[in-house]
């Protein structure tokens, strides 16, 4: 079974009704994951689709969580180092946190960091791991 990757629009379009007709395509697409294909979903599409969400569409923190945690749980899709964002997913449920910060600082510290310096006084003072720079 082929694997395609997806850009982030394709993902959009599956949360957003903005155009009929790519919407039409992306749920077509959609779906045959697990039955005629399967995809792909990288971290960079991941935190490109936050920032649209809440920047384009007018999403909370907490309604981004909640799609990208049902992303995870598609047939047939296969979300790039899974655990990480689920574990960041946490940090922005517990902690009130932005997405891209949690998984910058999960992230990290899965590479063995022992924290992440940040100018951000917020998202040092929210996630555990980020603390600032001074």
């Known amino acids: 079974m082929k694997t395609f990757g997806l850009d982030t ?6 949360i957003v009704d903005d155009d009929p007709d790519q919407r039409r395509a992306a749920l077509t697409f959609g ?9 792909f979903l990288s971290l960079i599409s991941l935190v490109e689709l936050d920032w649209a969400l809440r920047s384009q569409y007018g999403f909370q923190k ?11 749980h598609t ?3 296969t ?28 992230r ?5 960091c022992v924290s992440v310096k940040t100018f951000d006084k917020k998202a040092a003072g929210k996630i555990p791991g980020m603390e600032l720079l001074a």
């Open 62 to 72: 907490t309604d981004v969580a909640t799609a990208i945690g049902k992303l995870l």
């Open 9 to 14: 629009n394709i993902v959009l379009r599956l």
């Open 31 to 39: 779906a045959g994951l697990g039955r005629e294909h399967n995809a």
């Open 75 to 77: 047939r047939g899709l």
């Open 108 to 112: 990290s510290l899965d590479e063995g």
């Open 79 to 106: 979300v790039e180092q899974h655990s990480t964002v689920i574990q960041a997913l946490r940090l922005v449920e517990i902690h009130n946190a932005d997405f891209a910060d949690t998984l910058i600082a999960c």
